[in-house]
């Protein structure tokens, strides 16, 4: 009954503490020491090994031990091992700071400062009040809607844009890709909360940007495979986009040289804008663990369908 964890090893201790108070019965290792794989029934992973089927016959389960699933792939895993994907409050307080961050410092020209105090250059700029910054997240999942929730404090008028039709009180919802052009002409800051699937796969394109009201402000906290970079740094040069906070990128690390780095319109983080708190994943798993067992539904699990 082995529960075996394949992803930053640093936090993968934390994991093997909890484990060892909360379920002790339960055998827990490290990637790459995997024991037995025929012991294995358990596997919690950000970049899953290849071939997992094969490698560990008795799995049951598998884990993301994010909430994105992309770096899966699905149709390799056995019909009767579900995928899991980490359903953790920590996850959503800290996209919640790091969105509230980047859609503040972008409401309120922190890249413009930047650049100034670079050149000790001293001249204020007229602050635009929130209700006349508009903010649109794509994506009311988990975590787009508690974003939403959040940024209300701030008195942005605020949209969102889902697959299907949802709705959020003090939130403008709109459903569906013909319902995207309206959606983006009110969004002078555009979140990106998608999940990366092929069809949200290049979603940030020269299209997009062109529909947006001109001189908005991008937030990619999606995935990096999302953006279209070439359309994107057109349209910084351009002026139809104004700036952007980016957390994530194609590829990741990004390489030395590569322009976002030195983009004096760009605010760039090494996809860190949440974490799984190794605490709460490791009741969420066991959660998980205890549900399967009794044949109950599992919350977080992806429809290999939807592909998240
Ligand atoms: P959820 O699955 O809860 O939400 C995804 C939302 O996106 C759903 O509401 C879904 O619609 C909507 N959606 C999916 N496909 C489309 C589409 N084609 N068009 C419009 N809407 C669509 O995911 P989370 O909110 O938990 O996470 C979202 C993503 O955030 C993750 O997949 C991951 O990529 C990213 N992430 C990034 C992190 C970071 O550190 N940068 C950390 C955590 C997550 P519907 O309601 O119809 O299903
Ligand atoms: C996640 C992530 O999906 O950190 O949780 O990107």
Request: aromatic share 8%; hydrophobic share 45%.
């Amino acid at each position: 009954m082995t529960v075996l964890y394949k992803a930053n090893l640093v936090r993968g201790a934390e994991w093997a503490t909890f484990f060892a108070e909360r379920a002790p019965d339960m055998p827990f290792r490290l990637w790459p020491d995997v024991g037995d794989p025929t012991e294995v029934r358990y596997l919690v992973a950000w970049v899953p090994p290849d071939d997992i089927a094969a490698t560990f016959p008795n799995l049951e389960l598998v884990f993301s031990v994010g909430a994105g699933v992309d770096q899966f792939d699905i149709t390799k895993l056995p019909l009767h091992v579900p995928l899991v994907r980490m359903l953790d409050p920590g996850i959503t307080e800290t996209m919640v700071e790091y969105v509230t961050m980047a859609v503040l410092a972008l409401h309120r020209d922190l890249l413009h400062f930047i650049v100034q105090q670079k050149q000790q250059v001293w001249r204020e700029i007229r602050i635009t009040p929130a209700r006349r910054r508009r903010v649109g997240v794509m994506g009311l999942g988990q975590l787009g809607q508690t974003v939403l929730e959040r940024l209300k404090a701030f008195g942005f008028p605020l949209s969102g844009w889902n697959r299907s039709p949802r709705e959020i009180e003090g939130v403008t919802c709109y459903a569906g890709a013909d319902a995207l052009p309206k959606f983006l002409a009110q969004s002078d800051i555009l979140v990106c909360l998608l999940p990366l699937t092929d069809e949200t796969r290049g979603i940030l394109n020269a299209d997009l940007f062109a529909r947006l009201p001109r001189g908005a402000a991008l937030v990619n906290v999606g995935r990096g495979p999302h953006l279209i970079e070439a359309d994107f740094l057109a349209a910084l040069d351009s002026g139809a986009l104004s700036g952007a906070v980016l957390d994530v990128t194609d590829p990741e690390p990004l390489p030395a040289g590569h322009p976002f780095w030195s983009h004096p319109r760009i605010l760039l983080t090494p996809h860190n804008a949440s974490m799984t708190s190794p605490d709460s994943g490791v009741d969420f798993v066991l959660e998980i663990i205890a549900r399967h067992r009794r044949g109950e539904a599992l919350p977080g699990l992806v429809d290999r369908t939807r592909g998240y």
